[in-house]
């Protein structure tokens, strides 16, 4: 895989060609939305580009993502395992396109009521040098240009956020 030169500029007056990619790990934030598919898209091409590898992460809250049925918490439990399983085909689904392009990938399943908090968490300890990641606008009314959960990693994460409608 061909890795193109990349510019650095640490102000105007010094910018420069360093000879490898700084952006070795992509992640992307996959909640099986259409905005999340075309946000895993624009990682593989990036990917493609600087040589890196995407990493998808799901983050899934019991309490929100399934309801229960007749009251019974044994069958909310069930579930959720559904839909883990769901994003587990869906992963393994992602990987094949990938490896398509020739694209190492990864996928991680995280349960958590604090999604955001999660996302900027796990790039943080995964050293991610680049999140990638789909924006619904469904959040509260200032925030419905972007959406809650892509402001708040937008604004916190450690490294540069690409957001994708």
């Excluded at 099986?32 to 493609?48: C, E, I, P, Q, Y």
């Excluded at 990493?55 to 839909?83: G, L, Y």
Aim: charged share 25%; hydrophobic share 40%; with cysteine.
């Amino acid at each position: 895989m061909e890795v193109r030169p990349q510019i650095v500029c640490n102000d105007l007056e010094h910018c420069n060609v360093v000879g490898t990619s700084l952006v070795k790990n992509i992640l992307v934030p996959f909640d099986n939305s259409k905005h999340a598919v075309r946000a895993f898209g624009h990682a593989l091409d990036l990917a493609k580009k600087y040589g890196a590898s995407v990493i998808a992460v799901a983050v899934t809250d019991e309490d929100q993502d399934s309801e229960w049925i007749n009251d019974t918490p044994s069958r909310q439990k069930a579930m959720s395992k559904s839909r883990n399983s769901e994003l587990k085909q869906i992963f393994k689904d992602m990987d094949a396109v990938a490896a398509k392009f020739g694209i190492h990938f990864d996928s991680v399943i995280l349960e958590s009521t604090k999604i955001a908090e999660s996302i900027i968490s796990f790039a943080s300890i995964r050293r991610v040098d680049y999140i990638v990641m789909g924006t619904h606008g469904k959040g509260m009314p200032k925030e419905m240009m972007l959406g809650r959960v892509s402001t708040s990693v937008a604004l916190n994460a450690h490294c540069p956020v690409v957001l994708i409608k």
